[in-house]
Structure formats: structure tokens, C-alpha cells
């Protein structure tokens, strides 16, 4: 099996990439590596700029509630 070093889990945040989430700690898990998460975002525009770190801070939440609820069901496979 391949060794990886380095995994990086790239979202836009938005559900159905549970899959995806599994595969990387997955690999994380075999590999004893970490794994690095990226939420790519669009910028706000102007006149709803102070919506933009509320989204943000939803969308860090959502994969934080996927990567935990991924961990537990992969712990128990």
C-alpha cells in the first residue's frame, strides 16, 4: 500500500462530501498521519460583508460536526 504523508481534505463546505471526509480519515488513520482541512468560500459582497465571518464560522462548524461524526463511524467499522 502507498504511504501518504501528507492529506489534504479540500470543501465548500457544503453537505454530501461525507464520503469524501471518510476516505481521507481513512487514510489518515492507516497512514498515522493528520489530516488538513480547506473550506474554499466566496468573498461577500460589500453590502453584506458583515455576514461574511458568521458563514464562514458555520461552514468551520459543519465540517467539525462531519469530521467527528466520520472519526466515530470509522472507529467502529
Known amino acids: 500500500?502507498?504511504?501518504?504523508?501528507?492529506?489534504?481534505?479540500?470543501?465548500?463546505g457544503l453537505p454530501g462530501h461525507s464520503d469524501a471526509l471518510s476516505q481521507?480519515?481513512?487514510?489518515?488513520?492507516?497512514?498515522?498521519v493528520?489530516?488538513?482541512?480547506?473550506i474554499a468560500s466566496p468573498t461577500f459582497?460589500?453590502?453584506l460583508v458583515e455576514y461574511q465571518h458568521?458563514?464562514?464560522s458555520s461552514?468551520?462548524?459543519?465540517?467539525?460536526q462531519s469530521v467527528v461524526k466520520n472519526a466515530?463511524?470509522?472507529?467502529?467499522?
Do not use: W
Open 1 to 12: 500500500m502507498r504511504r501518504f504523508e501528507n492529506i489534504l481534505f479540500a470543501t465548500q
Open 24 to 32: 481521507a480519515l481513512l487514510l489518515a488513520a492507516n497512514n498515522k
Open 34 to 38: 493528520p489530516v488538513k482541512g480547506l
Open 45 to 47: 459582497p460589500d453590502e
Open 54 to 56: 458568521a458563514y464562514e
Open 59 to 64: 461552514l468551520q462548524d459543519s465540517l467539525h
Open 72 to 77: 466515530c463511524r470509522a472507529k467502529y467499522r
